[in-house]
């Protein structure tokens, strides 16, 4: 875990605070922020030349640095003039740290733009730029790391909440990066397990003998092949009082061959990232267990491995889910639906919920339909398709609708079973993943299914997201929902 996890706040004026980097704004225009302008009537006018001799774009995420005196001076590109909104405002944050990293720069203060109006999105925004996944390399002195930075302009009390989901972000981050030889499903239940610890929380871990014994035939026939222990694991957060519990499911998928119907050999090391879903639902509890809301919250994840061992599962075979349909397996390989049927048969007997959701690296057809930008969502309750939009505005995590018509469930009938693991070969791949899980979830309950094949991983690198890493999305998507 290689990143900036706490920041320093100070309103005392830049010229008290310890050390030489002073990060500072200008707008496309080359109007200066607050701070920038005292700097530069501190120099004689000095900062105001640099800027009309470098002729910089200062666009968003934009950084260039020039030496005053003794101190040195980041510029950061603020775009065009106005008030900034919290997206562009963790851009700006991150840039700030991933040019500090590549300057080998260690520490540095920073203005905090238009006060406490945006500090959260901010800090947010510094801590994840400054993101390394180096837990297994062995010279970590050869890495710049980010050690201390501090907001000039506001309070502690103002970034904590900004400084608790960059935090879990970047732990979500950690979890889907992490190798499948480390990151097995007996790792993820430990982690669970740990979040459990703090107040109002509780979780309950099923190992093979007992989700087979309680009719988890998905999540058992997928686990199969494998040797590594599988695990089904709930984590409750009860602090909500009466109010019905909302629960988020997440695919667990520690690492994906395919199975019988084995996936080509390039790329499939990125199947460590199938377990994205189960990274992003951890990531919540992380944060939930540092900003306490009043809410009532469940996670499940089914967890397991899909290799082609010995005993493993077969394309025509039959299983029987926890809500005791059948499935008729066509191709091992689209095994994330099978463990999900069985989560969200669990959640459906044993809750009342406001709401499901449920988070997978499903389809590769949602790649092909959106690309790395969104996460493709469906759902049978409209009313939260459209919550769900609106916290997708508000945390700047993209999603994009698509359509679930009875004429795409009736593509997963299966004419031996009640319905088959696959829809028309070459068609609506994304959706008929959803529709198939569909069956699984009880009518009166609302639920949506997130598609983050496309955006959990494999992102173009920008200041907020590395160069080949998890990426944590959905998290900050998922707390705003969860407190609307």
């Not at 069956?439 to 200041?463: L, M």
């Amino acid at each position: 875990m290689a990143h900036l996890k706490e920041i320093n706040t100070t309103k005392n004026s830049w010229e008290s605070v310890s050390g030489k980097v002073i990060a500072v704004g200008v707008y496309n225009d080359m109007s200066m922020s607050e701070l920038a302008k005292k700097i530069d009537e501190k120099s004689g006018g000095s900062l105001k030349n640099i800027l009309n001799i470098s002729k910089t774009k200062n666009r968003i995420g934009e950084v260039n640095h020039f030496y005053l005196s003794d101190r040195q001076i980041l510029i950061l590109g603020l775009g065009k003039k106005g008030k900034l909104k919290p997206e562009k405002l963790r851009k700006i944050g991150a840039a700030a740290s991933r040019f500090a990293i590549s300057k080998k720069i260690d520490s540095f203060a920073i203005e905090a733009f238009f006060l406490e109006d945006n500090c959260n999105a901010l800090a947010e925004g510094i801590i994840l730029g400054s993101y390394q996944f180096l837990d297994f390399k062995t010279k970590k002195n050869k890495y710049t790391l980010i050690k201390s930075v501090t907001m000039i302009g506001c309070v502690e009390n103002q970034i904590h909440d900004g400084v608790s989901v960059a935090n879990a972000i970047c732990f979500s981050r950690d979890v889907g990066n992490s190798p499948g030889n480390v990151a097995t499903p007996s790792h993820l239940a430990k982690l669970a397990v740990n979040i459990a610890k703090e107040e109002n929380f509780k979780t309950k871990v099923l190992d093979r003998e007992e989700f087979t014994d309680l009719g988890m035939g998905g999540l058992a026939g997928v686990a199969q092949g494998s040797d590594e222990p599988p695990k089904f694991i709930v984590i409750e957060y009860n602090n909500g009082g009466e109010q019905k519990p909302k629960i988020i499911v997440g695919k667990g998928l520690t690492f994906d061959s395919g199975g019988i119907s084995i996936k080509p050999a390039s790329k499939m090391d990125e199947m460590k990232y199938d377990m994205c879903g189960a990274a992003l639902v951890l990531g919540v509890f992380k944060a939930v267990s540092e900003l306490k809301p009043k809410i009532n919250l469940v996670g499940i994840i089914p967890s397991t491995e899909n290799l082609s061992g010995a005993k493993a599962y077969k394309p025509g075979d039959i299983l029987k889910a926890y809500n005791g349909k059948t499935i008729e397996v066509l191709n091992t390989d689209a095994e994330g639906r099978l463990i999900l049927a069985d989560a969200l048969s669990y959640a459906s007997k044993h809750y009342d919920p406001e709401f499901i959701i449920d988070f997978a690296t499903l389809t590769g057809a949602v790649v092909v339909a959106l690309g790395n930008i969104a996460t493709g969502i469906l759902g049978n309750n409209k009313p939260l398709l459209k919550k769900i939009k609106k916290a997708s505005k508000i945390s700047g995590e993209k999603v994009w609708e698509l359509p679930l018509w009875r004429e795409y469930s009736k593509q997963v009938e299966s004419t031996i079973a009640d319905v088959k693991n696959m829809g028309v070969p070459g068609q609506a791949g994304t959706i008929a993943g959803a529709a198939f899980l569909k069956a699984f979830v009880n009518r009166n309950i609302p639920w949506a299914h997130f598609d983050i094949a496309g955006t959990a991983w494999g992102v173009k690198p920008s200041t907020i997201n590395p160069k080949g890493s998890a990426t944590g999305c959905g998290i900050r998507l998922v707390l705003d929902l969860i407190n609307m």
